[in-house]
Structures are given as structure tokens and as C-alpha cells.
T-cell receptor, first 117, second 113 residues
Framework: EPEVTQTPSHQVTQMGQEVILRCVPISNHLYFYWYRQILGQKVEFLVSFYNNEISEKSEIFDDQFSVERPDGSNFTLKIRSTKLEDSAMYFC???????????????FGPGTRLLVL | AQKITQTQPGMFVQEKEAVTLDCTYDTSDQSYGLFWYKQPSSGEMIFLIYQGSYDEQNATEGRYSLNFQKARKSANLVISASQLGDSAMYFCAANTGGFKTIFGAGTRLFVKA
């Protein structure tokens, strides 16, 4: 069964460093997403991406964050200068399409656990 | 604004028994999708079941069923014949159209042998 994959599974970085989290969405999916889950808290939407541009972003997704689809399979989240509060699990998700009625399922990858020291 | 409420931070169930995890949602949209995801201790988010707002029948997927009561805006997850492997965090989520799925705070389920 096709699945979303993410690398690395764990990343430890120093505050102020740049990190790139990588995702390979399901191959026939056109919509890609990043979500964040701070330890013990709920899952929060960061950004969605379609047709090589951001389609929606949350207030969390500030200028420190960027997303890119560098080739036909990868989808990346870059955090330019990490802060302690960026420590979280980052989930990539994808969906085949987007429904105006909200009926399209988003499939999540296994997550990257980011720890900023 | 959308909001998902899961009022049970933790639940215990005996192995082989059924358990219901509560979820209420708040939206003024007429068309929306409701989802349940399972998050084991390893951290991944596993899609379990989906219910559309216009679906007249409750969704079922194997041992999972969704008790959808539209007038009460509730979408409870029922797990029948609980197994030890069902011990995990369970998230109710909703999408009212577009890109963003909103999640509840989750319920941690413990299955006792």
C-alpha cells in the first residue's frame, strides 16, 4: 500500500541552525501538507502546497519556514534559524485532491522528531 | 471557527471489550469531513476512518465504527473487541473544505489484559 515517507526520523540541531525535513508524498497525490505536534499537544496545521506554490498557511508558518518541491518526488520543509520552541514532531501529509466539502483524507507520514538544543 | 473537542484525556478498557471515544465538533459549514487517526507510542499518525457530513450511514472499517450524530455534532469512535495493540493516542479531526484539517487534543486509550 502506498505511503508517505519522511526522513530523517529524528533530528537534533543547535539553536540557530538551519534544518531541512524531507518527505516523499504518495505518488499520485497532488496536495502536500506539513503539520506540527509539540510534545503532549495537539497536531497543528502549518502549510499546504499545490502546483508548486503555497495554497494556505497558518500563523505559525512565519518567515523562518519555507517549503519546496525540489523534484518530482520530494517535498521539503526548511526552518532557517531554529529556535528552542521549534522542537516538535513534524508530519508531512498528502492527499489526492482537495474537496470543497472537506471529504478528502490526508495521509500522514511517520513524522520527524526535531529537537533543538 | 472550527473546533474539535475530545473530553476524555484518558480511557481504560479491558481487552476484548468495546470502547467509545468521544468527539464533538463545532462548525457552521454544511459540508465537512470527520476523521479519526491513531497515534501509537512510536509517533506515526495512522488514518482509521472517515465520515462525510452527508453520509446517512455510520462509517465502519473493520473493528472501527463512527457513531455520527449530526444534530448533536458528535462523531464518536467505537472500537469493538479491543486488543492490546489498540493502546495509543486517538485524534478526532475535521476538514470543512480546503487544505487545513483541525485536530482535537486526543484521547489516550489503555487496553488492559
Amino acid at each position: 500500500e502506498p505511503e508517505v515517507t519522511q526522513t530523517p526520523s529524528h533530528q537534533v540541531t543547535q539553536m540557530g541552525q538551519e534544518v531541512i525535513l524531507r518527505c516523499v508524498p504518495i505518488s499520485n497525490h497532488l496536495y502536500f501538507y506539513w503539520y506540527r505536534q509539540i510534545l503532549g499537544q495537539k497536531v497543528e496545521f502549518l502549510v499546504s502546497f499545490y502546483n508548486n506554490e503555497i495554497s494556505e498557511k497558518s500563523e505559525i508558518f512565519d518567515d523562518q519556514f519555507s517549503v519546496e518541491r525540489p523534484d518530482g518526488s520530494n517535498f521539503t520543509l526548511k526552518i532557517r534559524s531554529t529556535k528552542l520552541e521549534d522542537s516538535a514532531m513534524y508530519f508531512c501529509a498528502s492527499s489526492e485532491k482537495v474537496s470543497a466539502g472537506g471529504q478528502e483524507t490526508q495521509y500522514f507520514g511517520p513524522g520527524t522528531r526535531l529537537l533543538v538544543l | 471557527a472550527q473546533k474539535i473537542t475530545q473530553t476524555q484525556p484518558g480511557m481504560f478498557v479491558q481487552e476484548k471489550e468495546a470502547v467509545t471515544l468521544d468527539c464533538t465538533y463545532d462548525t457552521s459549514d454544511q459540508s465537512y469531513g470527520l476523521f479519526w487517526y491513531k497515534q501509537p507510542s512510536s509517533g506515526e499518525m495512522i488514518f482509521l476512518i472517515y465520515q462525510g457530513s452527508y453520509d446517512e450511514q455510520n462509517a465502519t472499517e473493520g473493528r472501527y465504527s463512527l457513531n455520527f450524530q449530526k444534530a448533536r455534532k458528535s462523531a464518536n469512535l467505537v472500537i469493538s473487541a479491543s486488543q492490546l495493540g489498540d493502546s495509543a493516542m486517538y485524534f478526532c479531526a475535521a476538514n470543512t473544505g480546503g487544505f487545513k484539517t483541525i485536530f482535537g487534543a486526543g484521547t489516550r486509550l489503555f487496553v488492559k489484559a
